[in-house]
């Protein structure tokens, strides 16, 4: 293949050559976790050392760390009912993830909408007058809230949202997988009572994630059998995944460090398209955004045009709206933020991480500033 340009990392980051080399040392190595034998005991050791790794890239407790499957069955163990005699309400926003949106174990008729601003933050307003009618003793609210939107980047008020949900005898969980270190996270601090993470998302192996609990949550298990990760997920661990992620955590956190450094190359990427597009339009431009993260559109220019176009010049990027039985559908993402469909339909969506220079820019930039000027040049001939 040629040489190609990864903007992609809000799909999949690349994976760490640290982690590579750990998954394949854990690979060769034969004992299960639960075993007492010496073997079983290095196993165990592997698990506990990552499992503090991915709590304190969060600024949890290793004990509260349950292994999943990944970020979508880390929402579904979380939007269920916590354990116990209680009834729960769910509460939603309306950008999460389909992973969190269809996911979850709550009945359509006990979940509600949280909307959004145009500038896709959720309108904690609007949240607070919905729990107005939680009282003690009756139904508990259990909110999801992402950290930051996987389209957009549009980081959300999470600690705002905590308040509000806490006051309210509620519980709060937020789906971190693409805040995650690209942001500082702190459970503490931002009052998350659930947090759901993946490693894929931050140089790790796919197929390995995280629902990270505050202190004293309990969650009802959605995997039952065997006693692994505290009887709240049943099944041998996926050592070598979870070894990978560990280290996947350990180098996002150093990372944390220098995140000016992705903002500039998301800035310059920015400027670099207003330049040779002057329409473009950069949507939640004027939210908190992740550092890594830029979704635009040229009115009239459709995303699948981009991405195809891009792709044949050798840059890997999403289209913002999703392909389902080949038939390319708005995203629900940018509707509910109120995007008008000419807009919606042509949003891409350009991510960058740890390995992203600022060559891969410059390409973005010139692929993409060739191929608004031939639309333009087909579209002038056609008329
Ligand atoms: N949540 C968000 C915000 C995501 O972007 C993704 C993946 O794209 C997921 C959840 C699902 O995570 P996983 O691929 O680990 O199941």
């Not at 073997?39 to 890239?57: C, F, I, P, T, W």
């Not at 509460?91 to 979850?104: D, F, N, R, T, V």
């Not at 999703?322 to 000419?342: D, I, Q, T, W, Y």
């Amino acid at each position: 293949m040629n040489q190609r340009t990864y903007l992609d990392y809000n799909a999949t980051a690349p994976l760490r050559p640290e982690v590579r080399e750990a998954v394949v040392d854990a690979l060769g190595e034969t004992g299960n976790p639960s075993s007492v034998h010496a073997e079983g005991r290095a196993a165990r050791a592997a698990v506990e050392e990552a499992r503090a790794k991915v709590a304190s890239l969060v600024g949890a407790q290793a004990e509260d760390v349950i292994f999943t499957s990944g970020g979508t069955e880390a929402n579904a163990l979380a939007l269920g009912a916590p354990a116990g005699e209680e009834s729960w309400q769910c509460y939603i926003s309306a950008i999460e993830h389909p992973a969190a949106l269809s996911g979850g174990r709550f009945h359509p008729e006990t979940t509600t909408l949280i909307p959004v601003t145009a500038d896709g933050v959720a309108d904690i307003g609007a949240l607070a007058q919905m729990l107005e009618k939680h009282k003690p003793g009756g139904w508990r609210p259990l909110v999801s809230l992402m950290a930051a939107n996987n389209e957009t980047g549009a980081i959300q008020p999470l600690a705002g949202t905590a308040n509000i949900v806490h006051e309210a005898g509620g519980l709060l969980h937020s789906d971190a997988v693409q805040a995650a270190g690209r942001i500082p996270l702190d459970m503490t601090a931002l009052g998350a009572d659930m947090l759901t993470l993946s490693a894929h998302k931050i140089g790790g192996p796919k197929g390995i994630g995280a629902l990270v609990l505050a202190e004293g949550v309990r969650v009802e298990p959605l995997i039952k059998g065997g006693g692994q990760e505290g009887r709240r997920r049943a099944g041998t661990e996926n050592v070598p995944g979870i070894v990978g992620f560990g280290v996947a955590a350990e180098l996002a956190a150093k990372e944390l460090a220098d995140v000016t450094a992705l903002a500039s190359l998301r800035d310059a990427l920015e400027e670099g398209v207003r330049a040779v597009a002057a329409n473009v339009v950069i949507l939640s431009a004027s939210a908190p955004r992740l550092p890594n993260t830029s979704c635009m559109a040229v009115p009239g220019v459709k995303a699948e045009t981009l991405v195809i176009g891009l792709d044949l010049a050798g840059i890997a990027v999403s289209a913002g709206s999703a392909c389902s039985s080949g038939k390319m559908e708005a995203s629900h993402v940018l509707a509910a933020m109120g995007v008008a469909p000419e807009i919606a339909n042509g949003a891409v969506r350009v991510s960058l991480g740890f390995g992203t220079k600022n060559d891969d820019i410059q390409r973005y930039v010139s692929a993409f500033g060739g191929l608004i000027k031939r639309l333009k040049r087909n579209a002038k001939e056609a008329a």
